[in-house]
T-cell receptor, first 117, second 110 residues
Framework: GAVVSQHPSRVICKSGTSVKIECRSL??????MFWYRQFPKQSLMLMATSNEGSKATYEQGVEKDKFLINHASLTLSTLTVTSAHPEDSSFYIC?????????????FGSGTRLTVV | TQLLEQSPQFLSIQEGENLTVYCNSSSVFSSLQWYRQEPGEGPVLLVT?????EVKKLKRLTFQFGDARKDSSLHITAAQPGDTGLYLC??????????FGAGTTVTVRA
């Protein structure tokens, strides 16, 4: 089946630094990738949608200058949390879709636990 | 983002009992998906239902999509400790985005 690899699984960074999270589709071409964040005991909240070669579309309330998304190839998308602060600490999860419809499936990465100290 | 209400939030039952999780919305979805998520992991897709009134079975799990494609239910028969986890429903909208419910934490006691 489709596999999405997300790295790193855990990262601790100092306040004010930037952190990059990678999401790779290993055996299919991901035309669309989604980035979510999940706080403890809460559900997944969509942050942004990115299509290969296009600028990401951000959900309301998500700062595009803080959460930089790059989807330069059909197998790789990155999320960079810039100038991270403790309130950015969360579980970040990517999802990749090969055709934009559930027939192709939405495969999720294993998530990245970000802790900003 | 369309709102999905999932209930109950927590469910604790004894092994062998049955349970049902509900997912309701005022919006119509192209499809509705059920996921299971383990702590520290990403969600894993259990099933996708597309047609109004559709019923799908996956071993002891039965999924139903409402006739109007606004609600869904997940029923587990004879629950086992291995069924313990966070169950999430997600509605797929026409713009290919998923809206997730708040999740139901299921605990099956041996």
């Amino acid at each position: 089946g489709a596999v999405v690899s997300q790295h790193p699984s855990r990262v601790i960074c100092k306040s004010g630094t930037s952190v990059k999270i990678e999401c790779r589709s290993l055996d299919f071409q991901a035309t669309t990738m989604f980035w979510y964040r999940q706080f403890p005991k809460q559900s997944l909240m969509l942050m942004a949608t990115s299509n290969e070669g296009s600028k990401a579309t951000y959900e309301q309330g998500v700062e595009k200058d803080k959460f930089l998304i790059n989807h330069a190839s059909l197998t790789l998308s990155t999320l960079t949390v810039t100038s991270a602060h403790p309130e950015d600490s969360s579980f970040y999860i990517c999802s990749a879709s090969g055709g934009g419809r559930s027939n192709y499936g939405y495969t999720f990465g294993s998530g990245t636990r970000l802790t900003v100290v | 983002t369309q709102l999905l209400e999932q209930s109950p939030q927590f469910l604790s039952i004894q092994e062998g009992e049955n349970l049902t999780v509900y997912c309701n919305s005022s919006s119509v979805f192209s499809s509705l998906q059920w996921y299971r998520q383990e702590p520290g992991e990403g969600p894993v897709l259990l099933v996708t239902v597309v047609t109004g009134g559709e019923v799908k079975k996956l071993k002891r799990l039965t999924f139903q999509f409402g006739d109007a494609r606004k609600d869904s239910s997940l029923h587990i028969t004879a629950a086992q400790p291995g069924d313990t986890g966070l169950y999430l429903c997600a509605g797929e909208s026409n713009d290919y985005k998923l809206s997730f419910g708040a999740g139901t934490t299921v605990t099956v006691r041996a």
